[in-house]
């Protein structure tokens, strides 16, 4: 009897671990418009210490064990065929594929800023933006940073742990940063924000140059549509939040007016069997939090009791109320991680390396990452 071929659209890192859970019970083929996992997490350590965030966050499929039934193809995608249940995929050189498939799992992300595109990258594109970044930022003697939510928070905190000497900025709309997070949450960091000597400048709404995507490092003079007097710095970090969902490949029958992917509870697109979303183009609540809450197990689950006809056995994704995690990833005192009621627990320095990475995370989420290996992925 023939396995069902999953095809999982987008391999961040929602879509690696949905691949990972399904292996087992079906065909898996994997798209990415990258050569291995890059993750969208820790932007401050991406731009201040490349070398150290791409040990973590920057992983070639084939060092993945539990990938090694997935068959990966390096491909942007073009279309999908609902009715046909295929999907057409395009190299680097053009050269269209279609692949068939009996399920389908729309993982393909958002765009944000610089660090968050879909465009189709080589292992030398990744290298090169990674370096072109950290050296910008470095050589700068001011930098302002634009934006409220963890990115821009967290990346202001590395940038003055990383370079003392610069002067470094926080500009945010609100009264207060980390506003999908816990109160908690805020005070604490912004404590740790004030003894970096970060500069936190509440109530400033910036004037977005008209035609900007907000995709690179600018530098020069910032205006303001809540009226204080324009600002100039050598960098100008802009992590404003303004995501655009990766869906130009989709029908536009199962998206919503913002162009994210309609889903229900169980994380199934209305109206299409053996169709689903997860991740930051799902729109399971206003934060599309199933992006960081696990519910790749949850998904992989129902994908396999739908393919058993058990359909009253599906689960239901819950979303929490607010946003919780680590804000700003591994300092020189360790890893500090927040709880949704904004509570804080701390792994030591020591323990991220010994412990937290290859048994936590390497281990029990991942189930196993080689040591650097050669070869990343296959032609469509």
Sequence with gaps: MNRPRVVVAGLGDTGVLTAMHLVRSAEVVGISSKPGLVSGQELGLRLTRPDRWARDHRIPFRRFRKLDGVRTIHAVLRTVDLGARTVTVADAGGVEAVEPFDVLVISTGVRNGFWRRPDLQTQPDVDAELRAAH??????????????????????????????????????????????????????????????????????????????????????????????????????????????????????????????????????????????????????????????????????HNIRVDLADRPDRARRYRAPRRRWGSVLGVQDDGLEVFAPNGFAFRFPRWSVDSVLRPWIVDRGIYGGVRDDVEGETTPP
């Design 135 to 300: 050296r910008r930022l470095a050589g700068a003697a001011s930098i302002a940073v634009i934006g409220g939510g963890a990115a821009a928070v967290g990346a202001a905190a590395n940038l003055a742990a990383t370079w003392p000497d610069t002067r470094v900025d926080l500009y945010h709309p609100g009264d207060r940063a980390l506003v999908r997070h816990h109160p908690r949450t805020w005070r604490r960091i912004s404590e740790r924000l004030e003894r970096l000597g970060v500069g936190i400048h509440g109530g400033r709404r910036a004037v977005v140059p008209t035609g900007f995507d907000c995709d690179e490092i600018t530098s020069g003079t910032v205006r303001w549509s809540t009226g204080q007097d324009p600002v100039d710095a050598d960098a100008v970090l802009w992590a404003i939040g303004r995501v655009t969902p990766n869906s130009d490949w989709l029908p536009a029958d199962i998206v919503d007016d913002a162009g994210f992917v309609r889903v229900t509870p169980e994380m199934r697109v209305p109206g299409h069997d053996g169709v689903y979303a997860i991740g930051d183009i799902a729109a399971t609540d206003p934060l599309r939090s199933s992006a960081r809450n696990r519910a790749d197990r949850l998904l992989a």
